[in-house]
């Protein structure tokens, strides 16, 4: 049996087009509308100008944050929450779990629960990686899935449960990755397909 840990930012919510239409409305007039950031810091050449923990403040009070659209299909979603246990660890810090279950919600996603954790630690002490927060609420004797777009994340997965399905959900700014103890998947459907057939 399986148990399924998913990324929230990037892999269920599109996290990117929203942050980039909000640089482009408020700093960046000359940001393509079709621009998708290549590097997970954002350090883009066209986005050099910017102070981003700076824009990253501003852009989590703006209240776009909980208004973020969807990635995944939310009847494909749904169908494998009643298969199948499956949590959302998204990185983020404590304050916005709230913002982001309401963004969840809206959507009409079922999940079991929500939990905060991954490799950005936010200068918080003892913040969780996604392995920790899997090792304190996983199901005994289920294989654990796991989804997420940053390679440290899976890797750190992979490390921590060598018996995982760990999936790379790919992104402009993991495509240049060499290999890793993952499985890549185009989208959320491709995702879906391919563990169909597990």
């Known amino acids: 049996m399986l148990e399924l840990f998913l990324d929230v930012d990037g892999v269920i919510l599109d996290f990117e087009s929203s942050f980039m239409d909000y640089i482009r409305e408020v700093w960046l007039p000359d940001l393509p509308p079709d621009y998708q950031p290549r590097s997970w810091e ?6 050099a100008s910017l102070d981003i923990d700076e824009v990253w403040e ?15 299909d939310p009847a494909s979603f749904n169908q ?4 199948y246990p499956l ?4 990185n983020l810090p404590q304050e916005q779990y709230g913002p982001r279950s309401e963004n969840l919600e809206f959507h009409g996603l079922k999940f079991a629960s929500l939990n905060m954790g991954g490799h950005h630690t936010f200068n918080i002490p003892n913040y969780p990686t996604k392995s920790a927060v899997i090792a304190k609420i996983r199901t005994p004797n289920r294989r654990p899935v796991f989804l997420d777009d940053h390679p440290v994340n899976c890797r750190d997965v992979a490390e921590a449960f060598p018996e995982a399905l760990v999936f790379l959900m790919e992104r402009p700014h993991n495509q240049n990755l060499e290999s890793g ?12 397909t391919r563990l169909n057939l597990e």
């Open 42 to 47: 954002m350090s883009d050449h066209a986005l």
């Open 58 to 72: 501003a852009f989590m009070s703006s209240g776009r944050f909980n208004r973020l659209k969807l990635l995944a």
């Open 80 to 83: 494998l929450a009643q298969a």
């Open 87 to 90: 949590h959302l660890v998204t």
């Open 181 to 192: 103890p993952w499985i890549r998947v185009a989208n959320w459907q491709a995702f879906v």
